[in-house]
């Protein structure tokens, strides 16, 4: 029915302070984003792939001498929302929750898929606010024998439609001059509302629920819009959502209205999903003709093979093989190149000022600290790097098609294989690509397992414990060390999946969405887009998650700095004072020197907090020097060896291959000679270091991500008690065995 069922006048919004506010909208893929670019000159970060924009992005739009604010509002199917993140929408364009309201809305339509997107177009009416089309991708839609007569679509949907193309800037100033004229109408021209009309019974099921709107029904709102709410939340509030500020009442009667339409074998959503596609269709009858098709497009050849069960898994481990391969392997010269700067920067510093604390700290705290954020840098810039042209292809949407079958067996969302998969590298950036994931409980869900993921990180530990405890033989036929190195990463894969799925059904319960996304046509990413994308994810690294990590890490110094003397460090200092008198002997300068850092260490904070904490891991099998090792790798877990280095008197400046180091563990015995350091030690250590929170940058990086304290300290304090039970049981277990 094309007269609208539920429709009168509009009211005016009341007038607000400030610039007026442009809401452009629309689904994903449509290019709102690159539009939204070309309107404002702005930067906004655009992917071919759902959930790109996941926050509110603002820019200025002048038209005839008046400034706008654009708002590029997160895209979506549907105002229908059952999560915090999917709400943003409908309350950016009514202006709920304390967001401004739109005085004109701009969706953004793909002509390519015109029916599905005029499922937005309706809700966007039936709210009864101001509006106006932009046809976008009309090259793409002529090139695939579309015809759309644009004068029949304005005339049956009531609105102005304007074609675009924003990728090469057509169609852009019709476009301007549309907003500019539909601004300067005052008031803005009422839209025509409903375009179907509602059942009997759905209608008093509306009309139920209007008392108990409350404060989700903002002032200015004409009946027809009212209604238009209550639809909505008759659509969105069920026992299972996770709406922020939802009035208690109207919750009440959403479900209450619900249990009496079930009971009568009746499906509002359907009821609503069929009235609106039935007259979607109507409309698509009259103004859209295809000519007859060639033959297979190049996007359905290429998911005949991407998308398939066999080739399309076999296509992605090649893919994810590439990129997992260059995250370790191409970024090591440009790590090593920052590892190189800093370290002379270093020492450029230390040889410039005079020795003592301010030297230390400069050198230790400022310039170490800085250099532990900075060297992620080059991982980071090459993972973002390849998440923009997969996002931007449109191969993602296939790669999260294909993960979803073996992600929601444990509970987590399809989309959550990039972050896992980038773990591998660096927790951080990998807890930062959880932002394409939609909905809370996936996001935070991923984040509380992405740490179990085997870093690169925790590579020099693995290294020299399998290296110094760990013999180079065989095994079976299989050597022991590259054997011990493969079974810790699957370790740390396995648990993570078994983590997931016990979060995912104690801590974050939540039902198992399944993955409804669009598959969009592959494009050639655009090499502006993807660049901008990675600028903006380095910048933020870099200036928000990298000054808590800086912060950790000088404190993390000064602990291991303070205080600087004891009666030990003293008599070693006397000593040298003392050979300084005598033939020079560089060797016995330099074991000295050793033996005063560790004592100094041993005296610090630090070595005291270790000494503290020894009966909690003697059970384990770790001594007090374990524990400061343990301790300085909350900096970073490669800061266990140069910790332990200098713990045992070694020096500061030792890697996993220093024989020294090694000797040392070796040599290294309990008050009853045994030896502090055996095989079973070492397995305890491996599978402490594969569980535990080790990293200050990963909480930094989650208390970012969720804006809260609570949850890194529930990631951390898990973690923690599952690598202190797990070791215990290897500790226990083999000891007990003769090991």
Avoid at 1 to 13: L, V
Avoid at 255 to 280: C, F, H, M, N, S
């Amino acid at each position: 029915m094309d007269a609208p069922a539920c429709h009168a006048p509009p009211s005016k919004s009341p007038p607000r302070e400030g610039r007026r506010l442009i809401a452009l909208a629309g689904n994903p893929n449509t290019g709102k984003t690159t539009l939204f670019n070309r309107l404002t000159g702005s930067n906004a970060r655009v992917g071919n792939y759902p959930g790109i924009t996941v926050e509110r992005t603002l820019g200025q739009l002048t038209l005839k001498g008046e400034t706008f604010d654009v708002l590029d509002v997160p895209g979506t199917y549907s105002l229908v929302s059952r999560s915090p993140e999917e709400q943003i929408a409908i309350d950016a364009l009514l202006g709920r929750h304390g967001h401004p309201p739109a005085d004109l809305v701009v969706i953004v339509l793909d002509a390519t898929n015109l029916e599905r997107n005029l499922y937005l177009v309706l809700q966007v009416l039936e709210l009864g606010l101001p509006l106006i089309l932009a046809l976008n991708m009309m090259d793409a839609a002529e090139a695939a024998g579309l015809h759309i007569d644009l004068g029949a679509l304005e005339r049956r949907l009531g609105v102005p439609v304007v074609p675009t193309t924003a990728t090469r800037a057509h169609g852009l100033d019709a476009l301007r001059t549309q907003i500019a004229d539909a601004l300067d109408d005052d008031p803005l021209y009422p839209p025509p509302g409903w375009r179907w009309t509602p059942s009997p019974a759905l209608a008093a099921d509306l009309e139920a629920l209007l008392p108990h709107l409350g404060d989700e029904s903002p002032s200015g709102l004409d009946t027809s819009a009212t209604r238009a709410l209550a639809l909505w939340a008759l659509m969105s509030i069920d026992a299972d959502d996770e709406l922020d500020g939802v009035p208690a009442g109207l919750r009440l009667a959403v479900l209450d209205r619900l249990k009496g339409a079930r009971a009568a074998g009746r499906d509002p959503d359907q009821e609503v999903a069929t009235a609106r596609y039935a007259w979607i269709d109507k409309l698509a009858a009259e103004v859209l003709h295809r000519d007859p098709p060639p033959g297979r497009t190049w996007t359905e050849r290429l998911d005949a093979v991407l998308i398939h069960p066999v080739a399309g898994f076999a296509v992605f481990l090649g893919l994810m093989f590439v990129v997992f391969q260059a995250l370790f392997a191409w970024s090591d010269p440009a790590i090593t190149a920052i590892e190189t700067t800093f370290g002379a920067l270093g020492e450029l510093v230390r040889a410039s000022t005079e020795v003592g604390v301010v030297s230390d700290f400069l050198v230790d705290g400022l310039i170490g600290g800085v250099g532990s954020v900075i060297v992620f840098l080059p991982q980071i810039v090459l993972l973002f790097l390849f998440i923009g042209l997969l996002e931007d292809s449109g191969y993602m949407a296939r790669a999260a098609f294909l993960m979803d079958r073996v992600m929601n067996k444990v509970g987590l969302h399809g989309r959550a294989f990039v972050p896992m998969l980038s773990g591998f590298a660096c927790a951080v950036p990998a807890i930062m690509a959880t932002r394409t994931m939609e909905r809370r409980r996936d996001r935070f869900l991923t984040m509380m397992v992405v740490p179990l993921m085997t870093c690169s990180a925790r590579l020099p530990v693995y290294t020299l414990i399998i290296g110094a405890l760990f013999p180079v033989g065989t095994v079976l036929g299989l050597p022991v060390q590259g054997t011990l190195m493969i079974g810790m990463y699957l370790f740390g894969t396995v648990t993570a999946l078994i983590a997931a799925a016990v979060i995912g059904r104690t801590v974050l319960r939540g039902p198992r969405v399944p993955l409804l996304m669009e598959l969009p046509p592959y494009r050639r990413p655009d090499p502006r887009s993807v660049a901008r994308m990675v600028g903006s994810r380095v910048k933020l690294f870099l200036t928000e998650a990298g000054t808590v990590i800086l912060v950790c890490s000088v404190i993390l110094w000064g602990l291991l700095y303070f205080p600087r003397d004891s009666a030990e460090s003293q008599a070693l200092v006397a000593q040298k004072a003392a050979l300084a008198e005598a033939p020079e002997n560089d060797d016995a300068h330099a074991a000295l020197d050793a033996e005063i850092a560790g004592a100094r260490l041993r005296n610090s904070y630090g070595g005291r907090l270790g000494h503290a904490i020894e009966p909690a891991i003697a059970p384990l099998g770790f001594d007090w020097k374990i524990g400061v090792g343990l301790i300085g790798a909350f900096a970073a877990r490669e800061v266990f060896v140069s910790t332990l280095g200098v713990v045992y008197g070694v020096g500061a400046d030792v890697d996993e291959e220093s024989p020294t180091l090694r000797a040392r563990m070796h040599a290294e015995r309990h008050a009853d000679g045994r030896p502090v350091y055996s095989p079973l030690m070492g397995m305890s250590l491996l599978v402490f270091f594969a569980l535990a929170a080790q990293c200050m940058s990963t909480l930094a990086a989650v208390k970012r991500e969720t804006r809260s304290w609570r949850w890194p300290a529930f990631l951390f304090a898990y973690m923690s008690a599952l690598a202190w039970v797990l070791s215990f049981v290897v500790w226990q277990v083999g000891t007990r065995l003769g090991f």
